[in-house]
């Protein structure tokens, strides 16, 4: 069955430190994958997207993901976390072909930032 | 570019009644999709519409229905409302091809609580 797993449910971090949240998938074939972040009564934000090619993409905001197809794994990592990056996150897969508007989104995890 | 529109962003209803949710996508595209969200569910896909017609759907009880028009406006319509579909509804849209990258562009949602 396809599914996208984020084994953090919530993280805190100190403000100024690096960050890492953790994204697995199972597929058929390698799907187009995402990273969301979602704000408080907001909807979601695309922060950056892979669908071939180098597999560090980087994306909005000083975030940065890498694709590991031998782990099934889109880890997202910013290098200094600021107050403001306080959300949810969301990574989700997509079809490459047939079902391209339906995205499988993992369970979340939400980001606390410590002063 | 105006982005993904919802409309109401609020709403409250009383079980066994129905309702009904708006979303109008960016100019020029033709699919729209929504999703359900709950702290429980997470993210869940509900259906897509691209050029008026269902073209994916998830597995959600007939009560949950949806409808495109013909300027890609959609509304999706839930009937006999039960508590468990107190939550957000969101909308995306994008240009919708059948292959290829497709963004999702998100609307801000419909809080719907059910009493």
């Known amino acids: 069955a396809q599914s996208v797993t984020q084994p953090d449910i919530h993280i805190t971090v100190s403000e100024g430190a690096s960050l890492e949240l953790r994204c697995n998938y199972s597929y058929g074939a390698t799907p187009y994958l995402f990273w969301y972040v979602q704000s408080p009564g907001q909807g979601l934000q695309l922060l950056l997207k892979?669908?071939?090619?180098?597999?560090l993409v980087q994306g909005i905001k000083g975030f940065e993901a890498e694709f590991k197809r031998s782990q099934s794994s889109f880890n997202l990592r910013k290098p200094s976390v600021h107050w403001s990056d306080a959300a949810e996150y969301f990574c989700?897969?997509?079809?490459?072909?047939?079902?391209?508007?339906?995205?499988?989104f993992g369970q979340g995890t939400t980001l606390q930032v410590k002063p | 570019k105006a982005g993904v529109t919802q409309t109401p962003r609020y709403l409250i209803k009383t079980r066994g009644q129905q309702v009904t949710l708006s979303c109008s996508p960016i100019?020029?595209?033709?699919?729209v999709s929504w999703y359900q969200q709950t702290p429980g569910q997470g993210l869940q896909f509900l259906f897509e519409?691209?050029?008026?017609?269902?073209?994916n759907k998830g597995n959600f009880p007939g009560r949950f229905s949806g409808r495109q028009f013909s300027n890609s406006r959609s509304e999706m319509n839930v009937s006999t409302l039960e508590l468990g579909d107190s939550a957000l509804y969101l909308c995306?849209?994008?240009?919708?091809?059948?292959?290829?990258?497709?963004?999702?562009?998100f609307g801000p949602g419909t809080r719907l609580t059910v009493l």
């Open positions: 100019s020029g595209h033709r699919s």
């Open positions: 519409y691209f050029s008026e017609t269902q073209r």
């Open positions: 892979y669908f071939s090619g180098d597999t």
């Open positions: 989700a897969v997509g079809a490459r072909s047939g079902n391209t508007g339906k995205l499988i």
């Open positions: 995306a849209s994008s240009f919708g091809g059948a292959s290829g990258y497709n963004e999702q562009f």
